[in-house]
């Protein structure tokens, strides 16, 4: 019951992320409200990208984490949606074969803080 809870919402997240960017110019993902601030396109990224830098992927992954994204990847909607693609389609099966109980587990992320894989979504 929780995974599949799990599995919807992440599904829902998703989707409205990738609809979210369809709704920018390419021009605007660049847009940065001030200087040290994300811009649009790097936000986006970095906010899905959150999951998959955390309980939400495979243990054998959690040693370190991911290489930061180059801030040329966030150049336009498709090059986005490609840096979103890559950790999704390699940890989809893996949240699907997780169970309730594995789904409510703490597990140790890369950076030493532990967290249910439930409250990482």
């Known amino acids: 019951m929780m995974r599949d809870l799990l599995l919807q919402k ?10 979210t960017i369809a709704k920018f110019e390419d021009a605007e993902l660049g847009y940065r409200p001030f200087d040290k ?13 959150g999951g998959h830098r955390g309980a ?5 992954q959690f040693a370190e984490l991911p290489p930061a994204h180059v801030a040329t990847s966030y150049a336009d909607k498709a090059s986005i949606v490609a840096v ?7 940890t989809v099966s893996y ?3 997780l169970n309730d109980h594995e789904v409510m587990a703490e597990v ?9 894989r439930i409250d990482m979504l």
């Open 84 to 90: 979103l693609t890559a950790p999704h389609a390699a």
């Open 56 to 60: 939400l992927r495979p243990p054998a």
């Open 37 to 49: 601030a994300y811009s649009a396109g790097e936000h986006a990224t970095r906010a899905h990208a």
């Open 95 to 97: 949240r699907e074969g």
């Open 108 to 116: 140790e992320l890369p950076w030493g803080q532990t967290a249910r």
């Open 10 to 19: 992440w599904a829902q997240v998703r989707t409205g992320l990738l609809d």
